[in-house]
């Protein structure tokens, strides 16, 4: 038997965000390129090493990116939108951050969730371009760790199937067109790592499990026939990931060296196609035995049972034994982790430890022979001393629970009969204007929060900083115009963690962070017991800023599923419990904010999304019971108080129902970069609750004009009535400028002035 350890992929963003660090340095044009790319170089090196030290046998390159991986492939490959005005050959770091983050003169390219995890990628545009190779970074990067270190790694690259099925701008017909150009390149950057001495080269396709027509299956079919015809030396490891392999008898004999299966989301789909329908004996199985998702330590014990067990119902002489997926999702290690509950701590495992799992559990299904003398009794007594952890044991919570009734979930009264009442008790201007809550957390912002977390200043002066700041924008909200003002939330460092650490049931990690999209990392907090609100965690905040104008102050809450979706959440109970535990604790604070006077109260669930399961078949139930927790949140306030939601880059064309189902007297939502594809779908779907169609993009620096939010409006008053439509920007503010931001909002509110009148004088 042949078995050996391998990670799919490892974060890139560093124990310390030295990648985050040194990106944003370029951005701001504190290093040079050289000086740039000689410490891009070294950070990956540097991770290589790490991961040798650390005992894995497959070392993998390729999955180290200057922003985004689907990105890398289509700068690669030469998909570059007309609007960058690309010449052709290597593509320089302005067209390509341009296509990432936008510039002074063009819109960034569409950004939206990778598969159901909470990392965002760039969305590749085909414009019936003629591609070309400009840059094989993937063997760049092989032949610097073969001649740096001296090691001979693992290429990947995201396959030919996947990275079609999640780029735009194609349709059936022009889809065979793309495919046909992209094949070659395929073969071409395949064929020169081949040719450097690559062994294995590893081909991601998660998108292979999702639901497949017949004709899917086919085109899968032919990609990797062509491929194999054309580079016939390459040994592709073809990686599945998230669930199980779907159209799996069809599917696994590929013409293909090995083929990756995640026995961890995909378990039981995946061990039935092995019993039904076997593994064939020439290639290599790829067991995905490590969850690469979570942080909870794994039962090695149990972790070798089950991939012995996969050994025998394969029969296959050689397998790797791997993570599910790319460890990016997930932090890099437990040592940076100073201030965590012991029996938490001791129970928990990042990127490194996950690889110490793989490299032991590969060990001991070879010879018996654990690498760590008493890591199976310690995997064991970290994992039950957890479960039995008084944080798990809360009474009050589960009576909580108990009595929850299905009227807990609905409105006193519909939106029809709602929307006029709090028409009157409100009193808003036809296309009232707002923002969706952060304002530019500024370099002050973040020095004085550090001061105080370091206890450099005190809980007083902290105070009394963030009140200042809140008054100072609540005065810049005013000059620029804005109808429903917020308070800016700079007392919040991230919009989960801020409730998480007010809350019973959670953790804070001091250096756990994960890359969301680009250089934007978050500490995801950890849910690890009962969750309880204890006392009101935002009323002082906001009935401050409303005390300071005589314009309404929205509540801003995070809404009970993006909690979820954006921690790390216990397995020990199921989800939609931990869901209904914190739909409980956010309804507290929703009627502490009601009962003190705030009238509008908006609840984000910008990953509502994110967490459907990825065949659509088995969305309902997912559904059911997130759309329940935010009603649960939600519906016992008074009719005339207005309830608004905000969702981000989740592809809402599929999204429209459970959208409405919600109940939100107001849902704000990102059109920025995908505006005319919603209109469209909202043209077929009409939407009757309030909406606010983003109308320009905050994660880009570029400040939109008044002419171009002008158009989107109209645009969209084609299809949303007067008394429907709220103008805002797509997302938070707080990654902003101060100056471009103030900027981009007035232009906004010269653009809905601007359509108000003409409103009037058509009337």
């Known amino acids: 038997m042949n078995l050996v350890s391998t990670a799919i992929g490892y974060p890139y963003i560093g124990g310390n965000r030295e990648w985050k660090r040194c990106v944003e340095s370029f951005w701001k044009g504190k290093k040079s390129e050289e000086e740039f790319i000689f410490e891009m170089k070294t950070i990956r090196l540097n991770h290589l090493k790490h991961q040798q030290t650390l005992g894995l046998d497959i070392l993998t390159v390729g999955d180290f990116t200057f922003y985004d991986r689907m990105l890398d492939i289509a700068t690669m490959f030469g998909l570059i939108p007309a609007r960058y005005n690309w010449t052709g050959a290597k593509v320089d770091f302005t067209t390509y951050y341009a296509m990432a983050r936008g510039a002074n003169n063009v819109v960034a390219s569409e950004m939206t969730k990778w598969f159901n995890t909470n990392y965002h990628y760039i969305v590749p545009e085909y414009e019936d371009q003629s591609l070309e190779l400009t840059q094989n970074y993937i063997l760049d990067y092989f032949l610097e760790a073969k001649f740096e270190l001296g090691l001979i790694t693992t290429p990947t690259i995201i396959g030919p199937y996947s990275f079609v099925h999640l780029s735009k701008g194609y349709n059936s017909i022009s889809k065979a067109s793309f495919i046909l150009r992209l094949l070659p390149l395929y073969a071409q950057v395949l064929q020169q790592l081949v040719d450097a001495g690559a062994e294995w080269i590893q081909v991601e396709e998660p ?80 067991i995905g035995i490590i969850n690469g998702r979570d942080i909870w330590r794994a039962n090695l014990a149990e972790k070798a049972m089950i991939t012995r067990a996969i050994l025998s119902l394969s029969g296959v002489n050689e397998a790797w034994v791997q993570s599910t997926c790319s460890l990016q999702h997930v ?155 917020v308070h800016g939330e700079f007392e919040r460092t991230d919009m989960v963690e801020y409730f998480a650490e007010k809350l019973k049931g959670f953790a804070f990690t001091d250096k756990a962070w994960v890359v969301s999209y680009g250089s934007r990392c978050v500490k995801p907090p950890i849910i690890y017991g009962d969750v309880e609100w204890t006392s009101p965690m935002t009323v002082k905040e906001v009935v401050e800023a409303q005390r300071l104008t005589t314009k309404y102050v929205k509540g801003m809450l995070t809404g009970p599923v993006t909690i979820l979706n954006w921690s790390f959440v216990r397995d020990d109970i199921s989800r939609d419990l931990v869901a209904y535990q914190i739909a409980l604790a956010l309804k507290e604070e929703v009627q502490a904010l009601e009962n003190a006077g705030i009238v509008i109260i908006q609840v984000d669930e910008p990953a509502l999304r994110e967490g459907l399961p990825l065949r659509k078949e088995d969305w309902n139930q997912y559904l059911s019971w997130t759309i329940n927790a935010f009603k649960l949140a939600t519906s016992s306030v008074r009719n005339e108080t207005q309830i608004h939601t905000h969702m981000c880059y989740c592809e809402f064309n599929s999204f429209i129902e459970p959208i409405r189902a919600l109940d939100a007297d107001v849902i704000s939502i990102e059109t920025s970069r995908s505006h005319g594809e919603l209109i469209q779908s909202l043209k077929q779907k009409p939407y009757e609750l309030g909406i606010g169609l983003g109308v320009y993009d905050i994660h880009s620096p570029r400040v939109p004009s008044v002419e171009e939010i002008d158009t989107i409006l109209k645009d969209s008053l084609e299809i949303i009535s007067k008394q429907q439509f709220w103008v805002n920007p797509d997302c938070g503010l707080k990654t902003r400028h101060e100056d471009e931001t103030i900027l981009s909002l007035k232009n906004m509110v010269t653009a809905a002035r601007k359509l108000r009148q003409q409103q009037q004088q058509t009337v």
């Open 207 to 286: 998108a292979l499990v999702l639901s497949l027509a017949p004709e899917d299956i086919k085109l899968v079919q032919q990609i990797y026939k062509q491929l194999a015809e054309e580079v016939p030396a390459a040994k592709l490891m073809l990686q599945t990931y998230f669930e199980g392999l779907s159209s799996y008898e069809e599917l696994i004999n590929l013409p293909v060296a090995g083929v990756g299966l995640d026995f961890i989301h995909g378990a039981d789909e995946n061990m039935a196609s092995l019993r039904k329908y076997g593994f064939p004996q020439d290639k290599v199985l790829g």
């Open 331 to 485: 932090p890099v290690t437990t040592k940076t982790e100073k201030t965590l509950d012991a029996t938490l701590l001791n129970a928990l495992s990042f990127a490194d430890e996950k690889i110490v799992e793989l490299t032991n559990i590969t060990s001991f299904v070879l010879d018996e022979n654990w690498s760590g003398s008493k890591s199976v009794s310690q995997s064991m007594a970290a994992i039950q001393a957890l479960e039995q952890h008084k944080a798990r044991q809360n009474p009050y919570v589960k009576e909580l629970l108990l009595q929850v009734k299905p009227e807990h979930f609905t409105r006193p009264m519909p939106f029809k009969v709602r929307q006029p009442l709090q028409q009157e008790a409100l009193q808003l201007p036809d296309f009232p204007t707002t923002t969706i809550g952060s304002f530019p957390q500024s370099d002050l912002v973040k020095r004085t929060r550090t001061a105080w977390r370091k206890k450099e200043i005190t809980d007083s002066d902290y105070a009394e900083f963030v009140k200042s700041e809140t008054a100072r924008w609540i005065r810049i909200q005013e000059e620029i115009g804005l109808d429903v003002l």
